[in-house]
């Protein structure tokens, strides 16, 4: 179901130790690619036993595992407070290590954005405005993330079926318009904090809206 997409190949497979600052600790197989089609440098990690969770699959068994998780430099490795990224980051490693699957990491900063806009898409919201008014404020879309290249990947690595580890309707709707089938949708926790309550808000706000009119994925 990728007909539509070019097709990527593996360009680097290694074995790389994680740790985080909390001190939890795992191993993945980290893939590089060739081909993708925004020519940028995203990521799979295959996480717990990734590959055992294929062959289960093909034998009729359960979807392995999987989350899209896009790059947040400020969240994921400053651990700033200002986005629940870095605690989403930090679960999806260890309850897909759990269940077995691939976490990819996809350079998407500021959805979609970059870096240098996403601090200025800061600024704005201290100035009031949320986080999705302040990225139409700088004249981009509210969400400029595209998937085809999560597709791309899935298909290289084998992935022809998953459970979607996300409470973003948006990544189940472009991953299934693009023939990904999506068994289920596992959605994150929920992580809290004073400093991102505004954040969080705006998040559950625009999915609210955006699933009254989304197909049933079940």
């Known amino acids: 179901m990728y007909d539509a997409l070019p097709a990527a190949t593996v360009r680097t497979q290694v074995t790389v130790p994680l740790r985080f600052s909390d001190g939890y600790a795992t191993t ?53 407070q200002r986005c629940d990224c870095g605690p989403q980051l930090r679960e999806a490693v260890q309850r897909i290590t ?44 509210e969400d400029e993330r595209d998937y085809r290249v999560a597709a791309q990947m899935l298909a290289v690595l084998g992935v022809p079926e998953l ?22 949708v596992v959605p994150t926790g929920v992580f809290l904090s004073p400093a991102n309550a505004d954040y969080l808000a705006a998040k559950a706000s625009r999915a609210a809206a955006r699933s009254v009119d989304l197909p049933s994925l079940n």
């Open 163 to 184: 459970v979607l580890l996300s409470s973003n309707p948006d990544k189940a709707e472009q991953l299934t318009r693009l023939g990904v089938a999506v068994a289920e």
């Open 98 to 141: 759990e269940a077995g699957g691939f976490l990819l990491y996809l350079r998407q900063e500021g959805r979609g954005i970059g870096l240098y806009p996403k601090l200025d898409a800061y600024a704005l919201q201290d100035a009031g405005l949320d986080t999705y008014e302040a990225n139409v404020a700088l004249g981009h879309d």
């Open 28 to 80: 993945a197989r980290v893939f590089s690619f060739d081909g993708l089609v925004d020519g940028r440098e995203h990521l799979a990690f295959g996480l717990g036993d990734w590959s055992g969770a294929l062959r289960r699959h093909a034998a009729g068994g359960a979807a392995p595992l999987v989350r899209p998780h896009s790059e947040c430099l400020t969240g994921d490795v400053f651990g700033s």
